[in-house]
């Protein structure tokens, strides 16, 4: 298969996986203003974090000025994203399988942005001996995160079908999931040792579709492991594998949400209040008439 | 009988219990509580109470009144009533509360159950599998994929994840809700942050603000009796200022230091708002604070107008409609005396309700700054206005860390400096501060008592907080050392109450608990005679 067939197939899979991710990253920005729900700890309190404590601990706090972190939030997620805390602490059994499961996907991601960085490397024609450098760790990268991956898409599989905890909690789509990305990193896996310069073919594959070159070929089994791969990323966005996305509105949002009011979140308040309401219990009988500021009103106002 | 239950056996063979407590798979307890056979006995349903009761969960009974259909277009109103109820939850008009969290929390579990353990219900229960935090939420989250997204049925026929809404889920749902103490441990393990306690509360949220179905200790003589009476407990305002004009005099005279607590000040820097519980239940803390704040000099009031001398808000166990209500009026108060600040009572979910989840309803000027009490006495403690003799605490203290205080409001260590100064023989328990374990009555569980939930309360959901607390004071276990468990939180105190009687705890360990004001007053140099006594009067 030559011509635009590849070029169609991947940025297609790409402009649908960004669309789509963008779409419900925005839809749930975009829900309404919640009540406050947080959740200690809250690593942006500078001095208070190591131990859960917040501004609230302070006498007259709304007399203080409040100090704040911008990097601790980052480092808490960097150690949470990379090495699992919250599973390292709470679910040590876990950890191995899902560590290098997640590991995987990493070295994955960081091979294919070293694959679009050796392309870049060999339009621009740079020495041999740079560009080598890069391929070695480009294939260092792929063979660890395909077998990493493998092993942990495989081995959590295995888990979720023998775990007698985890069992009851499963669906199709869990084991779907799961088996796809194991394919996804098999098949990879499987080129990266079929293949006798795995770095350099896969660097002139992505060379050859940001170049838009028509004459563009891949051989077999790279061919599969691209077209399973772009078939996951067709798919991912509408699956709750996007969990990457809802885990910044989860911990940002939500459990670190202690914001004090603004004149912005004020006005956008005194709507929401004024919306009408639909609960039939007894008590509120809203019947959609009442709005929420009706139904906390004292009878004799 | 814990038994390996599927998801969908919530709606199967209705009238039996899916599980029974069975005492000898409960966590062990220490010496001297560790013989299942010296363990007060669980109450059991009669027949008689099988026939009439809604039992069909785990043979426990927290709400008499749950109605039991007797035709089968009466299942169906129920059901019908819940379906309507779950598409509301997903509403931005009805529910905007807490859509945000809420979707969250259904769209994005991973089924790792890595917040399991760290449920005290779950773990002291034996690892029961209907108190897993998930259990709850998943059948939560198929109904609502199922019964209110488009094209559910078929997708959960194709993704094997049916599940039959009819009375017997509903029923069993309703009573599930109330086996969770809402203390969001299992929140803070999660990795994803989803939050199965939120889920608990908006299931609890539907069945009230849909069906009308609430625990009659939270909402008939919980928000209800607080909006039209003043307090849950009954307490009428004329009756709340007698009480503490007694208690004033009494107080005087036991400690040999005059009291005299303020009502209705118009002006005055601090509105005080304690709980009416305390009043009636332990006294000690609303009198310490009476003393404290006189003795520092502080310009403060209590209020006598309803509901502002009890600062309890049910309703965020179980109704944003009622939470707000209560907050609502709370404030309402506030502005009226043209007070600069609140100070919540020794309360935790009193803190929680009014100082942030109902913060975005107290919008303009009904945004009057709220203060937690503990620092509050932090201040009064350390500045220098009272003369403390941390000698008279000289015994055991260990302490007790309310849910919504600490885990929920990240207010830590202000109670810590207070305790490291007052109380020589201060410890922690393990786990502490945020990561402490639920007293057993969090969730508006400590006021419940139909039928033989208090049983259930004192066997299972407390059964951590007691082995934790005696492990606390392990090095002197009899009751022949005088220990003192602060606990700076009515609920909390009444969970405590109950498992003392339960267990006989101050018998058989010496161990007594209050409050933390107590411990201040306790120490106060021109306080003549002890507060705290392990003998009573």
Request: aromatic content about 10%.
């Amino acid at each position: 298969m030559a011509g635009i067939f590849w070029h169609i197939g991947v940025f297609g899979v790409l402009a649908v996986f960004l669309i789509v991710t963008i779409y419900r990253t925005i839809a749930i920005a975009r829900l309404p203003v919640h009540l406050r729900w947080e959740l200690a700890p809250i690593p942006r309190e500078k001095g208070k974090a190591k131990y859960g404590g917040s501004y609230l601990e302070d006498y007259e706090w709304w007399k203080k000025r409040r100090r704040t972190s911008w990097l601790a939030p980052l480092l808490y997620m960097a150690v949470e994203i990379l090495l699992l805390r919250a599973i390292w602490k709470h679910n040590r059994k876990l950890w191995p399988l899902t560590f290098a499961f997640h590991t995987g996907i990493y070295l994955v991601f960081l091979m294919l942005l070293l694959s679009i960085l050796n392309a870049i490397l060999m339009v621009t024609n740079v020495s041999a001996s740079v560009l080598d450098v890069f391929l070695v760790i480009t294939s260092v990268a792929a063979l660890a995160g395909y077998l990493l991956g493998g092993l942990g898409a495989v081995s959590l599989l295995l888990k979720r079908i023998f775990d007698s905890d985890l069992r009851a909690f499963n669906s199709t789509a869990k084991y779907f999931n799961l088996a796809f990305l194991a394919a996804v990193f098999i098949s990879g896996a499987y080129s990266w040792f079929a293949i006798p310069d795995f770095a350099l073919t896969l660097s002139q594959f992505v060379e050859g579709l940001v170049t838009l070159d028509t004459s563009l070929t891949i051989v077999f089994p790279l061919s599969l492991h691209v077209i399973l791969a772009s078939l996951f990323f067709l798919y991912l966005p509408f699956t709750d594998m996007i969990h990457f996305v809802a885990k910044y509105f989860t911990y940002h949002a939500i459990k670190w949400d202690d914001s004090i009011k603004d004149a912005r979140m004020e006005k956008e308040l005194n709507e929401l209040l004024t919306q009408p309401v639909s609960w039939s219990a007894e008590h509120i009988k809203a019947d959609g008439k009442k709005s929420w500021a009706d139904l906390t009103k004292k009878s004799d106002e | 009988m814990n038994k390996k239950l599927k998801i969908a056996d919530i709606a199967k063979d209705g009238d039996k219990p899916l599980t029974e407590i069975n005492l000898k798979e409960l966590t062990p307890l220490p010496p001297p509580y560790d013989q299942v056979g010296e363990e007060t006995e669980f109450k059991r349903l009669t027949e008689e109470q099988q026939q009439r009761l809604v039992c069909n969960l785990d043979g426990v009974v927290s709400y008499a009144g749950l109605p039991k259909p007797r035709t089968k277009a009466e299942e169906k109103k129920y059901v019908d009533q819940f379906a309507s109820g779950l598409k509301k939850l997903l509403s931005k008009e009805n529910n905007w509360t807490f859509l945000q969290p809420l979707l969250l929390s259904i769209d994005y579990c991973a089924q790792c159950q890595t917040c399991n353990d760290a449920c005290p219900i779950y773990v002291g229960s034996g690892q029961n599998e209907i108190y897993r935090p998930t259990y709850r939420s998943e059948v939560f989250r198929r109904l609502v994929n199922k019964y209110a997204k488009p094209g559910g049925k078929l997708r959960a026929k194709l993704n094997r994840e049916d599940i039959e809404l009819n009375w017997t889920t509903i029923a069993r749902l309703y009573e599930l809700s109330y086996r969770c103490n809402l203390c969001r441990r299992c929140t803070q393990s999660c990795p994803m942050g989803v939050d199965n306690a939120l889920i608990t509360r908006e299931l609890r949220k539907l069945f009230s603000q849909e069906l009308g179905w609430a625990p009659k200790e939270l909402h008939e003589k919980g928000t209800v009796l607080q909006i039209d009476v003043g307090s849950p407990t009954g307490l009428k305002p004329s009756v709340a200022m007698d009480n503490l004009e007694f208690l004033d005099e009494e107080f005087s005279e036991a400690l040999g230091i005059e009291i005299k607590t303020p009502w209705d000040k118009k002006g005055a820097d601090v509105l005080l708002i304690h709980s009416a519980g305390d009043i009636i239940s332990f006294p000690e803390g609303p009198i310490s604070f009476s003393v404290l704040c006189n003795a520092a000099g502080i310009n403060w009031t209590l209020s006598s107008e309803i509901p502002g001398y009890d600062g309890v808000n049910y309703g965020v166990f179980y109704d944003d409609v009622q939470l707000a209500k209560v907050a609502t009026r709370h404030a309402q108060i506030a502005k009226k005396l043209g007070v600069k600040k609140i100070v919540m009572g020794e309360c935790g979910h009193q803190h929680k309700a009014i100082m942030t989840v109902a913060d975005r309803v107290l919008t303009g000027e009904l945004d009057i700054p709220r203060e937690s009490v503990v620092t509050f006495l932090e201040e009064i403690v350390f500045s220098g206005r009272i003369k403390f003799d941390p000698t008279k605490n000289n015994f055991p203290v260990t302490l007790h860390d309310p849910c919504n205080l600490v885990r929920n409001l990240g207010v830590v260590e202000p109670q810590r400096r207070i305790l490291r100064y007052l109380c020589p023989q201060f410890r922690e328990m393990t786990p502490a501060g945020i990561e402490n374990y639920c007293c057993g009555g969090g969730g508006g569980l400590s006021v419940m008592s139909d039928v033989n939930f208090p049983d259930w309360k004192a066997h299972v959901a407390g059964r951590m907080k007691l082995k934790q607390l005696l492990d606390a004071f392990a090095d002197h276990p009899g009751p022949e050392v005088k220990k003192y468990l602060c606990a700076p939180c009515l609920n909390c105190k009444l969970q405590f109450r109950d498992i003392f009687d339960y267990y006989k705890v101050k018998e058989r360990s010496g161990i007594i608990f209050g409050g933390l004001g107590e411990l201040a007053v306790n120490a106060m140099v021109d306080v003549k005679k002890p507060l705290i006594k392990w003998e009573d009067d």
